[in-house]
Each structure stands twice: as structure tokens, then as C-alpha cells.
């Protein structure tokens, strides 16, 4: 059932996520003390940031979440300030800027990338609005600034001006070049931002290695937190719950029609099935994430809540809970085949983020989905080292490629079976 008062609407999923970035911050100020929270902070937006850093390891707890919050809280202002609609494909980049402010994004390194697209959006004489979701997302190449201005050995007047070059530099040319890059997989990765940033960080990369700047990172992800973090994860999807009756006595009424959607981007379930069983749809793909890190033995840290909050977010637009499960389990089939333990953090990686792929599954038929999920826990063990984690959608850059050689492949086959049927001569009845 799809709520007619769009404005209202609009201000209760807002409401929800700046809620949810409350939220963690208020854990963060639980679990530490303020003086360390604020260290935290400090200690995260002035270290090099490359994928895999686990900000736990670099501000704590409370540092950590009270970061993520407070970048989410930022990415909220710019919707308010700049008057975006919130729908589907903004609720799925919010929650996104959540997770990742765990593992990545910082209230420092966005700035320049965001303010890059601004100045796109106001040379191409475009409102600001119909930017700030790119914008966003594209910060996934944040790190790049982090890794200029504070790991180069070079000195701050020089590293600082050059990384914040670098980040206008990309956050201009990005548009154009997403919408250019989406052709090669037409929707069948959710993550279209991740297939970009991954080519853009090869790019910079090969610059980096000219100049004899390349550092290979190593991944840091820290173990020990299983439950709190446990708790947290599930007080916030049960305020999506929450969320989701506010909007809608009954939103399980549209649940079954969402379900059979494909998810194929560009796609948005709170503009065709209606919020309420939009809500429903990401608080039972989060619930079956953290069910399954559960089941896998993974740790709880800043890198997979990150995960399992974009899960969340992207169920708005994309996934649910019949189109991801057939990822999920090629990705765990294709691990088990590997040298590869199930709480190796690559596969828990691709566990979660693999389900970009879900489309493939909806629209070809779940065998697809697995295979899909069997290709990509292989290319994402090799796609981070083309960019030495300088792109936090890793996994997205994995998904396009392989989004982008699986599908036309996948609806060759679709489409021949679909032309054989309809040239099956009509049974002729006996005599």
C-alpha cells in the first residue's frame, strides 16, 4: 500500500535515519568516556583510511560510532539544506554513509569530493539537489584525500593542497563518468558508484605507482565486540519496525509484491510497493545478514555492522529477501571450494556486499544468482588489489565486473529459451 502524503512520508524516514544516527552515537558516549570518544574522533579523521580500516581499532567504540553518526548527521543536513527528495535510492546511500563512516568515510576526507560534484552540478547549471546522492556516493574515493594528506611522507603544505585537489578533481568528473559506466552492467549491480570508483582508483593508483607513492595496506579489523555490537545492530532494525508501523498499519499487505521485483537499478521499492513494506523488507534482510554472520562465526566490529547497516539501506532499492539469498550461498559455495575459511574477513566481506548482484538473481532465475555469488568471492579477493583499498566500494568494483560479463551472457540464454517457447507450434488435438 503506498502512502499518499509523500511529504510526510519524507519527514519520517528522515526523522528514522537521523534517529539511527543519534543512535550510535549515543552508544559510542556509553560505551567510552566522552574525553575518549572525542580523542576518538580525532585520532579517525586524521589517520589514513584505506579499505579495510576498522576505525574501532583507530578511535575505539565510542570514537568509532560517534563518528559514523555524526557523518551521517552531515550527509542528513545536505538533503535538508539542499531540499533532495528522500526516497528509496537515498535512504540506501544514507544508510551507506552510516556504514561506511565505520570503516571509512570521516567528516573530514567527504568534503572535498562533495564539494567536487557541487561545483559539476553548478557548471553543468543543474540544481543541487539532483546531486547530493551522487555525491555521496561517491565519496567512496574519500580515502584518497586521507591517503594524500596524511601518508605520503610529503609535508602538509604540499600533501594537504594536492589531496584536496585531487578529491575536487574526482568529485567533478565522477557524473558523468557514472552515468557512462552504468551501460556496462545496465542495473544488474546495485552498486554502479562502487564499478566507478574502482576504475578511477586504478587509475590513480597507476599514477601513484609513477611517482613511487604506492603502500600496500594491510586490512585491520578488530574482534571482541561481538555483544554489544550485537545489541546495537538489533535496536536498530528494530526501529526500521518501528519505522515501517508508523507509516503503515499493515505493511506486510505489499510485501509479497515487492518480492517479486528484480531490484535492477535504478530502482526505488518506497516509490512502487509503498514505505511500509519497504521498512519491513530492510529490517528482515537485516535480520538475515546478522543471522548469518551469527551462523558464520564472524566478528562483530566496524566493518561488518557497516555491512549489515548497508544491507539495510540498499533493501530500499534493490534487494530483498528472495534475491539475495542465492548470492549469498554462491558466495559461501564458492568459498567452501577455496582454500577460504567462512570467517575469512574477505568472504564475510563478500557475504554482505556480494548481494549488489541481486538482480541477477531476481531476473534470470536464482541459479544465475548463485553463480553470480560463485564468481564474485573470487574476483573480490583480487579486485582490492587494483586499487590498495583507495575505493571503499571494493566489492562494488568486483560486482560490476562481474555484473558486467555475467549478464548479457545470463539473457542470452534467457532470451533463446523465451524465443524457443514462442515458436512451439500449438499441440494439434488427436483423432
Not at 549469498?328 to 549488489?356: E, R, Y
Request: with cysteine; proline share 5%; net charge neutral.
Amino acid at each position: 500500500m503506498i502512502v499518499e502524503s509523500g511529504d510526510r512520508t519524507e519527514r519520517i524516514l528522515m526523522r528514522l535515519i537521523v534517529a539511527t544516527a543519534v543512535a550510535c552515537i549515543a552508544f559510542g558516549f556509553i560505551v567510552d568516556t566522552p574525553a575518549d570518544v572525542i580523542r576518538g574522533i580525532g585520532d579517525i579523521v586524521i589517520a589514513p583510511d584505506v579499505l579495510v580500516t576498522d576505525f574501532v581499532l583507530l578511535g575505539g567504540l565510542g570514537g568509532a560510532f560517534a563518528q559514523a553518526g555524526l557523518v551521517t548527521l552531515l550527509a542528513c543536513l545536505t538533503y535538508r539544506l539542499t531540499g533532495a527528495k528522500v526516497d528509496g535510492g537515498a535512504v540506501g546511500c544514507l544508510y551507506m554513509v552510516l556504514g561506511f563512516g565505520l570503516f571509512g568515510k570521516t567528516i573530514v576526507n567527504v568534503w572535498p569530493i562533495l564539494i567536487g560534484v557541487a561545483l559539476y552540478a553548478l557548471w553543468r547549471r543543474e540544481a543541487l539537489r539532483d546531486s547530493v546522492t551522487t555525491a555521496w556516493f561517491a565519496t567512496a574515493l574519500s580515502p584518497v584525500f586521507s591517503e594524500i594528506a596524511f601518508n605520503t611522507g610529503l609535508v602538509k603544505w604540499v600533501s594537504v593542497p594536492v589531496g584536496l585537489a585531487t578529491g575536487l578533481l574526482i568529485g567533478f568528473i565522477v557524473s558523468p563518468v557514472a552515468r557512462g559506466l552504468f551501460r556496462a552492467h545496465n542495473g544488474f549491480t546495485l552498486y554502479n558508484m562502487g564499478f566507478v570508483a574502482g576504475i578511477l582508483g586504478a587509475v590513480i593508483i597507476a599514477v601513484f605507482r609513477s611517482f613511487g607513492l604506492e603502500d600496500q595496506p594491510p586490512m585491520t579489523w578488530t574482534s571482541g565486540n561481538d555483544g554489544p555490537l550485537l545489541i546495537l545492530c538489533a535496536i536498530l532494525i528494530a526501529m526500521v519496525v518501528i519505522a515501517a508501523f508508523a507509516l503503515d498499519r499493515r505493511p506486510w499487505r505489499g510485501y509479497r509484491g515487492l518480492l517479486r521485483r528484480t531490484g535492477q537499478a535504478p530502482a526505488d521499492f518506497i516509490g512502487s510497493d509503498g514505505p511500509g513494506p519497504t521498512l519491513l523488507n530492510m529490517a528482515i534482510t537485516g535480520t538475515l545478514t546478522t543471522v548469518l554472520m551469527v551462523a558464520i562465526d564472524a566478528d562483530f566490529n566496524g566493518p561488518v555492522v557497516g555491512g549489515i547497516v548497508s544491507v539495510i539501506g540498499f533493501s530500499a532499492c534493490g534487494k530483498h529477501a528472495v534475491n539475495i539469498v542465492p548470492v549469498m550461498l554462491g558466495v559461501i559455495l564458492g568459498a567452501l571450494t577455496k582454500p577460504l575459511g567462512l570467517d575469512d574477513d574477505g568472504v564475510v566481506w563478500a557475504v554482505m556486499f556480494g548481494t549488489c548482484l541481486a538482480p541477477i538473481s531476481a531476473r534470470f532465475g536464482p541459479h544465475w544468482g548463485v553463480l553470480a555469488g560463485f564468481l564474485h568471492v573470487s574476483v573480490a579477493q583480487i579486485a582490492g588489489s587494483l586499487t590498495i583499498g583507495l575505493n571503499l566500494y571494493g566489492n562494488g568494483f568486483a560486482a560490476g565486473m562481474v555484473a558486467a560479463v555475467l549478464s548479457p551472457i545470463a539473457l542470452m540464454f534467457v532470451e533463446r529459451r523465451e524465443s524457443d517457447r514462442l515458436q512451439e507450434p500449438e499441440a494439434v488435438p488427436s483423432t
